[in-house]
């Protein structure tokens, strides 16, 4: 099957880590069959120059120029199954643009919008929906509804990716192995209303190390590591329309709700608990001292 992405070199892309000095785009290249021969093509209205990456690791597996017609670029290779392929579009020359063709004669070409580096340790915290694991979230923004998503995680360790609902918290989808090796690869179609959390975790309890998150569509941004308790976050960031300071001699003037099903009594002025199921756990005889605002409770 062949597949074939148009793009654009220009100034607002990136500098290639491999190659300083020229912008770059980068491609998951995926769906790709055991022991067939993948040729890529790189057409351009500049020198093209077409590399492929090992995605674990950024390094560069080939390279090629002029191996097209003209000024063109054409790798051919046999896809090693343990390998994540990322195909990238540069220029042989410095600070070249345009726009240009990449062509696969197998698997698929997925513009590879975003990608962040991290690590889990023992100062993350536990995962609210796996514990004993260690978490690291990130809110995916800048999607379009019906858009299609894949996210790969791809760790030192045996990972796990999950997708939250941000606004409840809840897990729409997990995956552990969908990647190569023990790495994770999650594929979702964008829905409306839907604020899309991707936490990269571990399968084990307590592994750590370093990982990278990439995704198709959208970017990422970190969040705070609560992203399963929104309520509490909301709560912590809003304050209630009823409350307003107060002027303290009024204070005891205030009137309870009328309808409430409790009534909490509060006793100022001291107690003693005897003969109850606390004293069998905290002693025979516990002291409550009355309030007081200045260290004199008589």
Same mark, same amino acid.
């Given at each position: 099957?062949?597949?074939?992405?148009?793009? =654009?070199?220009?100034?607002?892309?990136?500098?290639?880590?491999?190659?300083?000095?020229?912008? @770059?785009?980068?491609?998951?290249? $995926?769906?790709?069959?055991?022991?067939?021969?993948?040729?890529?093509?790189?057409?351009?209205?500049?020198?093209?120059?077409?590399?492929?990456?090992?995605?674990?690791?950024?390094?560069?597996?080939?390279?090629?120029?002029?191996?097209?017609?003209?000024?063109?670029?054409?790798?051919?290779?046999?896809?090693?199954?343990?390998?994540? @392929?990322?195909?990238?579009?540069?220029?042989?020359?410095?600070?070249?643009?345009?726009? @240009?063709?990449?062509?696969?004669?197998?698997?698929?070409?997925? *513009?590879?919008?975003?990608?962040?580096?991290?690590?889990?340790?023992?100062?993350?915290?536990?995962?609210?929906?796996?514990?004993?694991? @260690?978490?690291?979230?990130? &809110?995916?923004?800048?999607?379009?509804?019906?858009?299609?998503?894949?996210?790969?995680?791809?760790?030192?360790?045996?990972?796990?990716?999950?997708?939250?609902?941000?606004?409840?918290? *809840?897990?729409?989808?997990?995956?552990?192995?969908?990647?190569?090796?023990?790495?994770?690869?999650?594929?979702?179609?964008?829905?409306?209303?839907?604020?899309?959390?991707?936490?990269?975790?571990?399968?084990?309890?307590?592994?750590? %190390?370093?990982? %990278?998150?990439?995704? $198709?569509?959208?970017s990422f941004s970190s969040v705070a590591d609560e992203p399963a308790e929104p309520a509490m976050r909301?709560?912590? &960031?809003?304050?209630?329309?009823?409350?307003?300071?107060?002027? *303290?001699?009024?204070?005891?003037?205030?009137?309870?709700? *009328?309808?409430?099903?409790?009534?909490?009594?509060?006793?100022?002025?001291?107690?003693?608990?005897?003969?109850?199921?606390?004293?069998?756990?905290?002693?025979?005889?516990? =002291?409550?001292?009355?309030?007081?605002?200045?260290?004199?409770?008589?």
């Amino acid at each position: 099957m062949i597949s074939t992405v148009s793009g =654009v070199l220009n100034s607002n892309d990136g500098n290639n880590p491999t190659r300083s000095g020229r912008y @770059y785009d980068d491609y998951i290249l $995926t769906d790709l069959p055991a022991r067939t021969s993948v040729q890529l093509n790189l057409n351009g209205v500049f020198d093209t120059y077409l590399q492929l990456i090992d995605a674990e690791t950024g390094e560069a597996i080939a390279n090629n120029d002029d191996g097209g017609p003209g000024l063109n670029s054409q790798l051919t290779f046999t896809p090693d199954s343990s390998i994540d @392929y990322i195909v990238r579009a540069t220029s042989f020359g410095s600070g070249a643009t345009g726009t @240009y063709n990449l062509i696969t004669t197998t698997g698929e070409l997925l *513009a590879l919008t975003n990608t962040i580096n991290g690590t889990l340790d023992s100062s993350d915290s536990n995962n609210p929906t796996r514990n004993g694991r @260690y978490h690291d979230d990130y &809110s995916l923004d800048n999607l379009t509804v019906g858009q299609q998503v894949q996210v790969n995680l791809d760790g030192a360790f045996d990972t796990y990716l999950q997708l939250i609902n941000g606004d409840t918290g *809840a897990v729409i989808a997990n995956n552990d192995d969908g990647g190569s090796g023990l790495n994770s690869q999650l594929n979702f179609t964008v829905e409306s209303g839907v604020d899309y959390v991707i936490r990269a975790t571990s399968f084990g309890s307590g592994a750590t %190390g370093e990982y %990278g998150l990439t995704t $198709t569509a959208g970017s990422f941004s970190s969040v705070a590591d609560e992203p399963a308790e929104p309520a509490m976050r909301a709560a912590r &960031s809003v304050v209630p329309e009823t409350y307003r300071p107060f002027d *303290a001699s009024q204070v005891f003037n205030l009137n309870s709700n *009328a309808r409430a099903n409790h009534t909490i009594y509060l006793d100022f002025d001291g107690h003693r608990t005897t003969g109850t199921p606390w004293n069998s756990r905290y002693g025979n005889n516990l =002291v409550t001292p009355a309030y007081s605002t200045d260290s004199d409770t008589s």
